[in-house]
T-cell receptor
Framework: GAVVSQHPSWVICKSGTSVKIECRSL??????MFWYRQFPKQSLMLMAT?????????EQGVEKDKFLINHASLTLSTLTVTSAHPEDSSFYIC????????FGPGTRLTVT | QKEVEQDPGPLSVPEGAIVSLNCTYS??????FMWYRQYSRKGPELLMY????GNKEDGRFTAQVDKSSKYISLFIRDSQPSDSATYLC??????????????FGKGTKLTVNP
C-alpha cells in the first residue's frame, strides 16, 4: 500500500512552546491530508482537513489559531501546535488518500 | 447516540480461535466500510475495505457488511498472537474509493494468547 510518514515520531516540549509535526506522502501525491488526535484508550478524532494550496478545514471545537496547518506541496502537510499546554499531550496521526485512506505512524507529543 | 458504536473489549482468545469483531452505526448514508489494525503507539493499518453490503475475504480475514441492519463485522480465522492489536472500524460517505472523512469506532483491543 501507499506510504505516509511522519516526523518526529516522538517529541517532548515545555509548556508555552510551539511544536511542528510533518506528514509526508512518500510515493504518491496527496491534495488532501487529514490530521487526527488520539488520546489513550480513545478512538481517533478528526481535527482538520488539510488542502494543498488552500486553507485547512477545521472540525468543530478545534482551535484553528492553536493548531496551524500548512499544506504547501502535494506531498507535505505540517501541523504546528502553538503555545502548547499539557492538555495538548496526545498522539497525533495524519492520513492521506491514495484510493483509500492510509495513515502515518503517528507522533507522540508530550508537553511538560 | 454515537454515529459508530464498537465494543472496546478487551477481548482475549486462545491461539487458533475464530475472532468476531463488530460495529453498529446510525447513519444509513455510509457507503464505505473499513477495518484498521492499530498496534500500540503506531498509526492504523488498513486491513479490509468494503463498499456497500456484502462479504469480502482476504486470507484469514473476512469483512461483512449488512446495511439493512447497520452492522459490520470482521472475522479472523486461525487467530495468531501477532493479531494482538486494537481493531478499529471506520466508515465514510465518500464517493471515491472510501476516501474523504472517516468516522471511527472506539476500537476493540484483542489479545491472542499462545
Amino acid at each position: 500500500g501507499a506510504v505516509v510518514s511522519q516526523h518526529p515520531s516522538w517529541v517532548i516540549c515545555k509548556s508555552g512552546t510551539s511544536v511542528k509535526i510533518e506528514c509526508r506522502s512518500l510515493d504518491f501525491q496527496a491534495t488532501t491530508m487529514f490530521w487526527y488526535r488520539q488520546f489513550p484508550k480513545q478512538s481517533l478524532m478528526l481535527m482538520a482537513t488539510s488542502n494543498e494550496g488552500s486553507k485547512a478545514t477545521y472540525e468543530q471545537g478545534v482551535e484553528k489559531d492553536k493548531f496551524l496547518i500548512n499544506h504547501a506541496s502535494l506531498t507535505l502537510s505540517t501541523l504546528t501546535v502553538t503555545s502548547a499546554h499539557p492538555e495538548d499531550s496526545s498522539f497525533y496521526i495524519c492520513s492521506a488518500i491514495s484510493g483509500v485512506v492510509y495513515f502515518g505512524p503517528g507522533t507522540r507529543l508530550t508537553v511538560t | 447516540q454515537k454515529e459508530v458504536e464498537q465494543d472496546p473489549g478487551p477481548l482475549s482468545v486462545p491461539e487458533g480461535a475464530i475472532v468476531s469483531l463488530n460495529c453498529t452505526y446510525s447513519n444509513s448514508a455510509f457507503q464505505y466500510f473499513m477495518w484498521y489494525r492499530q498496534y500500540s503507539r503506531k498509526g492504523p493499518e488498513l486491513l479490509m475495505y468494503t463498499y456497500s453490503s456484502g462479504n469480502k475475504e482476504d486470507g484469514r480475514f473476512t469483512a461483512q457488511v449488512d446495511k439493512s441492519s447497520k452492522y459490520i463485522s470482521l472475522f479472523i480465522r486461525d487467530s495468531q498472537p501477532s493479531d494482538s492489536a486494537t481493531y478499529l472500524c471506520a466508515m465514510s460517505l465518500g464517493s471515491q474509493g472510501g476516501s474523504e472523512k472517516l468516522v471511527f469506532g472506539k476500537g476493540t483491543k484483542l489479545t491472542v494468547n499462545p
